[in-house]
């Protein structure tokens, strides 16, 4: 685990896996996967189905705006710099 990792761990809703955090969202009909990767500092989003066994990446355009700015402050307060939400892989 990295300290940018066991930060967010520490933030509601994440939980550290490794050398990744992840949180789950449901919000206006739709459930999300969010994930931050510390070895390539980067923010991935994921589409869950209704029974949760299907998750789907997505592009960040798709994703609500509420949900993308709880995001990047999650990652400012855990010490990473939010612009990496916004990052292309």
């Known amino acids: ?3 940018a990792v066991d930060a ?3 933030r509601e809703g994440w ?4 050398f990744a955090a992840r949180v ?4 206006e009909g739709d459930r999300y996967s969010v994930e931050y990767y510390a ?3 980067c923010v991935l989003y994921w589409k869950v189905n209704d029974d949760g066994e299907i998750a789907v990446p997505v592009g ?3 994703v609500p705006d509420p949900l993308r700015e709880r995001v990047r ?3 400012d307060a855990a010490g990473v710099d ?3 939400e916004g990052r292309s892989l």
């Open 73 to 75: 402050i999650d990652l």
């Open 24 to 27: 789950h969202y449901r919000g």
């Open 1 to 3: 685990m990295t300290d």
């Open 60 to 62: 960040r355009g798709t």
């Open 8 to 10: 967010l761990a520490d």
């Open 15 to 18: 939980r550290a896996e490794g």
């Open 82 to 84: 939010p612009a990496v």
């Open 39 to 41: 070895p390539s500092d």
